[in-house]
């Protein structure tokens, strides 16, 4: 009885060993760089829907004219206090972003969806205000910002395939959903990268957008 308990626990102290070094490895430059190359497919898919929305958002821009405007209505930044401010928009584009990923169990439909949106919205951004008001008061944050996005759709594509590879292998291969969580674990670890990467990108996006992109632009405006 002794021993099947020393046993368990030896077992249990090795799952949490394996697990540790599993995470760990995560933050190794090999690693990150191998998650970039291995998902370069998905992540120029990403890029590839965004710009499409934002064509269409530019070209069309009649026709989401009303529904864009009202959605930029109710975008309620606090605009009075630099923390605040930050705060405020960090939490509500890591919200988004989150979701996105969270989404992919809905095989990355909603999530597109949600990349289209935004696409749509910056092409009628374009379509009505000048493009070096644009490039000059959302470049600062938005060159972090942005690709916060791509890899939060990154991340929605790895979670589908990660629930197509469960299902498929639970009810067409007869593995049990432990075995399959085990051998998926490559995936697990990106999903936890990329949640990663994007909550590190929206932080500094938020720092630079609340403190930072408005004097920036100002300042420039002003020598223009």
Do not use: W
């Amino acid at each position: 009885m002794l021993i099947d308990k020393y046993n368990y626990y030896l077992i249990r102290f090795s799952d949490v060993h394996m697990i540790k070094e599993e995470l760990i490895s995560i933050f190794s430059k090999k690693y990150v760089k191998d998650y970039f190359i291995r998902n370069r497919n998905l992540i120029l898919l990403g890029i590839i829907i965004f710009i499409i929305s934002i064509i269409v958002g530019y070209v069309y821009n009649d026709v989401f004219r009303n529904i864009m405007l009202e959605a930029m209505k109710n975008m309620n930044i606090p605009l009075d206090n630099p923390i605040d401010s930050t705060v405020a928009l960090f939490l509500n584009n890591i919200r988004v972003n989150l979701l996105m990923i969270l989404l992919g169990f809905t095989f990355s439909v909603i999530s597109v969806m949600v990349l289209f949106v935004n696409g749509i919205l910056i092409g009628f951004i374009t379509s009505i205000v000048p493009g070096h008001i644009i490039f000059l008061y959302t470049f600062p944050h938005g060159i972090f910002e942005i690709p916060a996005l791509f890899l939060a759709m990154l991340g929605s594509f790895i979670v589908t395939k990660f629930e197509i590879k469960i299902l498929k292998g639970i009810f067409q291969n007869g593995k049990t959903f432990k075995g399959e969580l085990h051998d998926s674990r490559l995936m697990i670890k990106d999903i936890i990268l990329t949640i990663i990467l994007v909550t590190v990108l929206l932080c500094i996006a938020a720092i630079i957008e609340a403190n930072f992109t408005l004097t920036i632009g100002n300042f420039i405006m002003s020598l223009l």
